[in-house]
């Protein structure tokens, strides 16, 4: 069987998005942005809220780096879910957007970013990562680069959320 590039890498993103969902089981509104308290100290660890919403950036490059449309990332995400940003407990739910436009971004855009990989040429994927500097020296093409966005880089914050769960006390997904 001859499977496309970015049939492959699709492959691999629709299979996180489909974990994220089963990860959101039972995460609610209020505790969406709430560090984890298990037997009443908090744990300094990413929550569903910084999690998605790391997340939610990728997607619109992935489309930009195809050529597709791209939706603007909303306003105030980057600065709370950037790479450099630091995750922060939020009881009173003003830090982070609520968890229903959180999850809208992050499900949108990587359904978009689906499609779009699965369109692009292998030809695309051939082409040079045009992000300079560390990540182009790891992900020297645009392959590698959306192979790392859609599979290791997802995988490694979605396991974030899984120990996040179960601190949680709310088990495995």
Same mark, same amino acid.
């Given at each position: +069987?001859?499977?496309?590039?970015?049939?492959?890498?699709?492959?691999?993103? #629709?299979?996180?998005?489909?974990?994220? *969902?089963?990860?959101?089981?039972?995460?609610?509104? *209020?505790?969406?942005? /709430?560090?984890?308290?298990?037997?009443?100290?908090? @744990? #300094?660890?990413?929550?569903?809220? %910084?999690?998605? !919403?790391?997340?939610?950036?990728? &997607? $619109?490059?992935?489309? /930009? #780096?195809?050529?597709?449309?791209?939706?603007?990332?909303?306003? !105030? %995400? #980057?600065?709370?879910?950037?790479?450099?940003?630091?995750?922060?407990?939020?009881? =009173?739910?003003? @830090?982070?957007?609520?968890?229903?436009?959180?999850?809208?971004? %992050?499900?949108?855009?990587?359904?978009?970013?689906?499609? &779009?990989?699965?369109?692009?040429?292998? *030809?695309?994927?051939?082409? $040079?990562? $045009?992000?300079?500097?560390?990540?182009? *020296?790891?992900?020297?093409?645009?392959?590698?680069?959306?192979?790392?966005?859609?599979?290791?880089?997802? +995988?490694?914050?979605? !396991? =974030?959320?899984?120990?996040?769960?179960?601190?949680?006390?709310? !088990? &495995?997904?």
């Amino acid at each position: +069987m001859s499977r496309s590039i970015g049939n492959c890498i699709a492959d691999s993103l #629709d299979l996180c998005v489909g974990y994220a *969902e089963r990860l959101l089981k039972d995460v609610t509104a *209020e505790n969406f942005g /709430r560090l984890a308290s298990p037997g009443g100290t908090p @744990i #300094d660890s990413n929550h569903p809220a %910084f999690v998605l !919403g790391h997340l939610a950036l990728y &997607a $619109p490059r992935i489309l /930009r #780096d195809l050529g597709a449309a791209a939706p603007a990332v909303p306003a !105030g %995400f #980057d600065a709370v879910f950037s790479k450099d940003a630091k995750c922060a407990d939020d009881p =009173q739910a003003t @830090i982070y957007p609520p968890m229903e436009s959180v999850k809208a971004v %992050f499900f949108e855009g990587y359904r978009a970013a689906s499609a &779009a990989l699965r369109a692009a040429s292998d *030809e695309t994927f051939q082409g $040079p990562n $045009p992000n300079p500097g560390r990540l182009a *020296e790891l992900f020297p093409s645009l392959g590698s680069m959306h192979a790392f966005y859609c599979g290791g880089h997802m +995988m490694m914050h979605l !396991g =974030q959320l899984s120990a996040w769960r179960r601190m949680a006390g709310l !088990g &495995a997904a």
